[in-house]
Nanobody
């Protein structure tokens, strides 16, 4: 059973930065990618960014258009951790951020594990 612990959220002003971390435990290497999602109040959870997960797949990344150029996803396989560096934050980035595993970089509709608690990001205007 894979579990996730997300951290690094907080309250920032517009234009600020945050770095989120997600530590995974359990059997993670049956998946091809790991990534970040977010859920704003009253909205559906949405995909944000993904990165190829097993080391033998190398490093490829994919982002939703709204965060391209502002967010950077990275990983440390030895620590079973994925990061999300968020710069130039906007009020519309306010959400609870979650991580999960899925099949491939762009095939994130079916996730492999239960959702964690997430980490709250609030961007004030």
């Amino acid at each position: 059973q894979v579990q996730f612990i997300e951290s690094g959220g907080g309250l920032v002003q517009t234009g600020g930065s945050l770095r989120l971390s997600c530590v995974a435990s359990g059997h993670t290497y049956s998946s091809g990618a790991m990534g970040w999602f977010r859920q704003a109040p009253g909205k559906e959870r949405e995909f944000v960014a993904s990165i190829t997960w097993p080391t033998w797949l190398g490093v490829s990344k994919y982002y939703v258009d709204s965060v391209k150029g502002r967010f950077t996803i990275s990983k440390d396989n030895a620590k079973e951790t994925v990061y999300l560096e968020m710069n130039d934050l906007k009020p519309e980035d306010t959400a609870v951020y979650y991580c999960n595993l899925f099949t491939t970089l762009r095939d994130y509709e079916r996730v492999y594990a239960k959702w964690g608690q997430g980490t709250q990001v609030t961007v004030s205007s």
